[in-house]
């Protein structure tokens, strides 16, 4: 079995990440890694890679326990398929997952960061829970169990969602902590949920009926970073050592208040910048009428006409125009 030590921590989780948003998995190393550890697995499949950033840490630790890696993505990013092209040892579908989940062979680890809604995490769940040998679930982790996505759907294909799982969608729509509805300015998603909470919505409210509907699964939330889910049976050989690592995190009230905290912020950031961009905007609009109007003829004769008329001194120049472009 290999140890975390092994694993060199020292990276920046916020290298690709410019904005600091904390969205990628690999903010969450330091608990993911020491899981792999403990289930001593062998086998390990991402779901929603991306761009890679936790596909090369998984390789990284790959290389010392000597597992194998798979990584799902229907639209993999330029990054996620380069590494596939320098790593024979990563096994890149480029498939929707519940079109690969249900024909690959069972893994030790599924990771599922896919899409954000409770139908496809739903159904991840059940395809995973019926390719398991026997009724051998595998440690399952799961990322964006906490706000926004833990009780609102997001989409990246709604017409791909059965009409009767899907909630309805504000276009565009911006979320914030606290509003259960759609705020301008706020955090901006393409297909998410009109409404926040109810039944059957969100990725949380679908983990939650996975492992209410079955005996003998236990679920942690460490609420850090939208929310690390951990799925585990309580019978597993190493289900103590799972339970050890994630109980002092789970629904820990002080990480909740930090992440509560660090949430709002990165939202307000947000409708601070949206606000700054529209401020923009109207200047730069504003400015280019007054560029016109120094262009203008018609400016220049009505100049002209206001200087006889104030003996000397117009009412407006252009000079005046230009001193207001320059401030």
């Known amino acids: 079995m290999s140890s975390s030590s092994e694993v060199d921590l020292t990276f920046d989780p916020f290298e690709n990440d410019p904005g600091n948003l904390g969205v990628s998995l690999v903010t969450l190393t330091e608990l993911i890694v020491p899981l792999l550890d403990a289930v001593g697995a062998k086998s390990v ?4 890679a991306y761009a890679g950033d936790l596909t090369a840490l998984l390789l990284q630790w790959a290389q010392r326990s000597g597992a194998r890696v798979a990584a799902i993505d229907p639209s993999p990013q330029p990054e ?3 590494l596939s ?3 024979a040892d990563l096994e890149l579908v480029r498939e929707p997952s519940l079109q690969a989940l249900g024909r690959m062979e069972p893994y030790d680890v599924v990771v599922i960061d896919g899409d954000h809604n409770y139908y496809t995490v739903s159904e991840e769940l059940r395809l995973v829970a019926e390719r398991a040998p026997g009724d051998s679930l595998p440690l399952v982790i799961l990322h964006d169990v906490g706000w926004p996505h833990a009780r609102r759907d997001d989409y990246f294909a709604p017409e791909l969602i059965p009409e009767e799982y899907r909630q309805p969608t504000h276009e565009g729509g911006g979320l914030f902590p606290g509003e259960p509805g759609i705020r301008d300015g706020a955090l901006p998603y393409r297909f998410a949920a009109a409404k926040e909470g ?3 919505n969100g990725v949380l ?5 996975f492992v209410a509907a079955r005996d003998g699964l ?3 939330v460490v609420p850090a970073f939208y929310g690390l889910g951990v799925v585990w049976p309580t019978d597993a050989p190493w289900a103590e050592a799972v339970a050890a690592i994630v109980e002092p995190w789970d629904r820990n009230p002080l990480v909740e208040r930090l992440e509560a905290n660090r949430v709002y912020h990165v939202a307000t950031t947000s409708v601070e910048t949206g606000r700054l961009e529209e401020e923009q905007k109207h200047r730069a609009r504003k400015d280019e009428v007054l560029r016109r109007l120094l262009e203008s003829r018609s400016f220049a004769l009505a100049e002209w006409i206001s200087r006889l008329r104030q003996r000397g001194e117009p009412a407006f120049s252009k000079e005046d125009v230009r001193r207001v472009l320059s401030d």
Do not use: I, Q
């Open 198 to 200: 109810g039944p059957r």
């Open 45 to 48: 499949v991402e779901v929603g």
């Open 85 to 87: 092209e320098e790593r």
């Open 80 to 82: 996620l398929v380069r």
């Open 205 to 209: 409210t679908a983990v939650e009926d």
């Open 218 to 220: 236990s679920l942690a």
